[in-house]
């Protein structure tokens, strides 16, 4: 019976092609967007946790926190004076980093850097070039051991004595220095104020504007004492933020803990005391992006759902349409004996045949689609189509069809044998 | 029984002479009219007048009725019909239009249940049974010819011919057989794979008789069978139930509107306003395979 199904089905798809496939567009636009979207999506997925791995998952970012007035008022002190940004946290200071330093206190600690972020205005004579601009300690360059193509980087006695030194990141190099050479030594404005090239970096995430290779790098010292002048209310120069890197994988949550009390003890904060810093690791960071694609997973899932439901309702339009047509066949195969549950199971079989269709269709052409989105990003791009979601998309095309099916199939079951037959 | 004709015997074309056409098995020949119909027709005569008691009754209905009601009005489709038909038994139905004969052939065939009245088909009483207890017995002892073929289209006529065998269960191997059996014994062996749409009128309802055939029924019901047809082939249809009811002991009712065709039968039951008015059995049938009453 069912092989007998599966021909009347076909039949009937063959019989009337065109108008089969347009029923079947809601289903092959649905999955096929699902596919590609999906794949896509476990691409990137892919890609960031890569890049994550690149960097070592043991990296902790301490970021300074607003404490709400009241709760802990003034301890850290907000930014007064007239260079100051209004309202920006001022607890983490250069004394926070020195702290950190202490191997007693920090056992599992292996490097700690203070980070201040800006905007880079540059120019080699005339060349112009807009950047980011790193401001931080000679202690950077262990993080992921950042080298350099020409020069070196600042070391202690330049750091301590607020030297106008800067190094430059290899896109950055390739817009100020334009026609190469060696260009330690050479002077550039930044800001409005001479520094003195010291280093040019080694390429490290892609050579691309946005990536950390467009900026330049300069101690946070010279940055503080010449161009962000910021001091806490103890008179401490404010670091911005500070990134740690654990001994070990394994070391990671005891160094977070470490730090979470040295810094407490610094900031003088009491037992019930709300802490004035965050310490985030990689992993947390990793987690908020696993959240951000599971919402993105979530928000396609929907959209699949939604085009599925319209699929669905176009497969239920044209069976209602294909029970009215075939009226007169419903009678005859109810006078030659027929039970009204082989005329259902009949119809429900074609739309899930039709749906399934679809479905497989679409599962091809979503495929075909990521393919080609990988091709055109020269392949530094992956696309993951996963047998789980052909699985799915499967599975969810066959009860799309059972589903919408089921009312055309139980209307033609009911058709009374005379009037079917009597039907013009 | 037809069956255990067709499971035992040799397959061969029935014998219709004077309207071969190409779709004839070759092995078909010119001596049937003769020693074939001819003592058949005698053989019937004697059935009717004489041993009507020994016969088996196929169907016995008592009191049919059915009233449809609409709106306030209720019309009386068939009020009280008795009719015994008795296997081997070749009837037409005959009466003016509306007066009930699509009505009663629904009922005999059991698409339809009556108002009232009992209804007993070869020894079952039907009148009570639900729509798929219905089904069963339309697929087992009742074959359908309709007026208007009701072939699938793009359909092979093997496979028309085989539909009720899938319901009945029957396997695949055995249904081609048993298809191939009926297709040939209304003169289609060679056109098993033609599909419906590719076959001209009478073809065509000649592969509905053989779909009718095939589950080898108690009855065979045809309502109007060659009112869609000219009178030549709606001749050779007559000739083919003919042959099918003298060879095979086929039981087989149709209505129609033409006396002449009427005049093929061994019986002629006359129907109106839902009333049986007359029921008499013909003594000189005239033989369709001949041609005679045609030739115009
Ligand atoms: N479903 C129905 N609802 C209401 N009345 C019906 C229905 N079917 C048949 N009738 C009525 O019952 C009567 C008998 O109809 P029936 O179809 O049996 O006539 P008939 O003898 O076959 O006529 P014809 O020779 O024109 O086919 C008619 O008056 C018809 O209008
Ligand atoms: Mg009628």
Redesign the interface.
Known sequence: MFKENLRVALRAIAANKLRSVLTMLGIIIGVSAVISLVALGNGVDQFINGQFAKQGSNLVFIIPVRVEQGKGANRAGFAAGPNSRQGQSLSLTLNDVEALKNKSRVPDLAYVAPLAQGGARAFNGDTKYLGSLRATSPDYRHFNNWGTTYGDWFDEAAYNSKQRVALIGSYAYTKLFPDGGDPVGLEIRLNDIAFRVIGVLKERSGGTQGSEDDSIIIPLTTFRERMQPLKNAKGQTVAGFVLAQAADQDKVDAMVQQVTDVLRQEHGIQFAGEDDFSVGSQRDLQNTVGAVTGALTIFLAAIAGISLFVGGIGIMNIMLVSVTERTREIGLRKAIGARRSIILMQFVAESIFLSLLGGTIGIALGWGMAQLVVIFSNGSFQALVTPGSVALAFGFSAFVGLVFGVYPAWRASQLNPIEALRYE | MFGNLLKSKKPQAIETNGLSDDDMEPHVNGNGVSNGLASNASRFTMNNGVSELIRKPVIETKGITKTYKMGDEVLNALSGVDITIYQGDLVAIMGPSGSGKSTLM?IV?C??KPTSGTYKLDGVDVEKMN??QL??I???KIG?V?QSF?L?R??PSIENVA??L????VGGRERSKRSREALEMVGLGKRLHHHANELSGGQQQRVAIA?ALV?DPAIILADEPTGNLDSKTGAEIMCLFQTLNAQRGMTIIFVTHDPRIASHCKRVIRIADGRIIGDDATVDFLDACRGDTFRE
């Open positions: 629904n065939g698409l339809d729509d798929d089904a069963g339309r697929n087992q359908f309709f009701n699938l793009r359909t539909q009720p899938i319901y009945a269960n779909r589950t």
